[in-house]
């Protein structure tokens, strides 16, 4: 008569786990190697939790050359991924908890480009700057204008300044833009624990056409050889000037009608 006799071996950790700080969007990997017979099982917790594993994005992997060898594997380290790890391992002989260790994300603040876009507003009308920002922890902002060294806050009286978590920019909001006096370039800093960055986004102020004297109803003598309509507007940019002659257009190649711009 034969038997078989099967020797299960609770687990045992060789190589404990240790925390790792990256930079954020880069991968980490949390690796521990342990022993046992049958080889074990290993479960993740997250924050004493379960942990939900999610293929291309947080994956348990064992290694191929070396099934003691157990990883967890985040693909990009993002905020929501900071926390506490841990591990159980099992068998039939058995289980192990591994150490809680700690995973923490940063980086240096970031613009997507050093000189911002041009932005327009209309004279008269709120007009908002926004500069979006990939950084952690979240940057304090700061925003000043080209011209002048002066910081701006909320108790300039035409200024506001907010942050918008969806799209994580700071916002320079401005009230009743005018052009003698907020058309600059305007600068945003970000600054946080690991480094700080800048970007400039110009604001071009456009003014809607305007007559400063309105056309006004004259009369001339018949046969008179010439006879002259003026007018005066302004606006930014230079408007483009359409006339017309009992609501039809006239054209700029008439041979009656002269049109000057002075």
Not at 143 to 155: E, F, P, Q, V
Request: proline content about 5%.
């Amino acid at each position: 008569m034969f038997f078989s006799i099967f020797l299960e071996i609770k687990p045992t950790i060789i190589t404990d786990l240790e925390g790792r700080t990256v930079q954020k969007g880069e991968p980490c990997e949390l690796t521990i190697i342990a022993e046992g017979k049958p080889q074990p099982q290993c479960k993740w917790t997250f924050n004493n939790q379960d942990l939900t594993l999610i293929p291309g994005e947080i994956e348990s992997i064992i290694d191929e050359n070396d099934k003691r060898i157990y990883h967890l594997r985040i693909h990009s380290t993002q905020p929501k991924h900071i926390g506490e790890y841990s591990c159980t391992l099992s068998n039939g002989g058995g289980s192990v908890k591994s150490k809680k260790v700690k995973v923490t994300c940063e980086k240096s603040p970031q613009f997507p480009s050093e000189f911002g876009k041009t932005v327009k507003a209309i004279q008269g009308d709120d007009t908002r700057i926004e500069s979006s920002i990939d950084a952690y922890p979240l940057p304090q902002f700061t925003w000043s204008r080209a011209s002048n060294d002066k910081t701006l806050s909320d108790k300039d009286e035409n200024y506001s300044i907010a942050f918008d978590t969806d799209q994580n920019a700071s916002i320079l909001l401005i009230k009743q833009v005018k052009k003698a006096e907020h058309e600059d370039e305007y600068i945003c800093r970000a600054t946080n624990e690991f480094g700080s960055a800048t970007t400039r986004t110009k604001l071009l102020v456009l003014i809607r056409p305007y007559f400063i004297e309105q056309l006004k109803d004259a009369q001339c003598h018949e046969f008179v050889e010439q006879y002259a309509i003026e007018y005066q507007a302004e606006g930014f940019p230079e408007p483009t000037i359409q006339w017309t002659r009992n609501n039809e257009i006239i054209s700029s190649t008439s041979n009656e009608f002269l049109i000057e711009n002075n």
